[in-house]
């Protein structure tokens, strides 16, 4: 099978994954904040000559939209559509809550949330099966105590919204803070079946989604 590539940059680090079909050739991860665009066109360069590749042998991209950073979501997408556009290749684009809500693996109730700045925290629930979630409710934003107050008792919770929202809550089960990061390997894993149904958009019909104008910033504690 052909290699692809699955990436994040919404929060403060960047995340790349190489593929061959569903196997894991190799990944990465890294950067400072703010300094994505500088960052991310190198390492995949440099992961791709690891993998005994070339930039120019990847067949597709994967990559998340948003929410996130409006520096990071746009660096994320201006690297897919540049491959895209160069490569003629298909775009799969993923929601940053759903890769997010793909590293828990397996749950009947999985929480995703975002700090999204401006007293507000965008979170999404899922039930995720082998790594694949499926929305459960859609996507909110709302104010910290709003967050707390809708989880559901039981259910597993990720993400920098944890900080601001879930000491309180005895009920729920915070999974550990190195899984509050979305991965790339997790983008790959929510873009495969898409790939296999042909669900695919080009690189001039991608689009972000920021939740608010330009200003927003997603903190990632």
């Known amino acids: 099978m052909n290699p692809w590539l699955s990436l994040d940059s919404t929060g403060e680090s960047y995340s790349l994954a190489l ?11 890294g950067g400072q904040p703010r300094q994505h665009l500088v960052q991310i066109f190198p390492a995949l360069d440099l992961l791709c000559r690891q993998s005994s ?3 120019g042998d990847l067949t597709a991209v ?8 409006f520096t990071g979501v746009r660096t994320g997408l201006l690297l897919a559509k540049t491959l895209g556009q160069a490569g003629q290749l298909p775009i799969y684009p993923v929601d940053t809550l759903e ?5 828990a693996i397996e749950g009947e109730s999985v929480v995703a949330g975002l700090d999204a700045r401006k007293g507000e925290i965008i979170w999404a629930r899922y039930r995720v099966r082998q790594g694949l979630p499926a929305l459960l409710d859609p996507a909110r934003l709302t ?10 008792a039981g259910s597993l919770v990720l993400g920098s919204a944890c900080q601001a929202a879930l000491p309180q809550r005895q009920d729920v ?5 190195d899984l509050w990061r979305v991965r790339a390997v997790s983008v790959g894993r929510v873009a495969w079946p898409q790939m296999q149904e042909g669900a695919k958009t080009s690189w001039a019909q991608l689009r972000p989604d920021y939740v608010r104008p330009a200003d927003v910033q997603v903190h990632r504690g």
Do not use: Y
Request: neutral net charge.
């Open 19 to 29: 593929w061959r079909g569903p196997q894991l050739l190799a990944e990465c991860s």
């Open 53 to 55: 590749l070339k930039v």
């Open 62 to 69: 994967a990559v998340t939209g948003g929410p996130g950073s």
């Open 99 to 103: 890769a997010l809500a793909a590293n």
């Open 143 to 152: 104010t910290p105590q709003e967050f707390l107050d809708s989880i559901p």
């Open 173 to 177: 089960r915070v999974l550990p803070a």
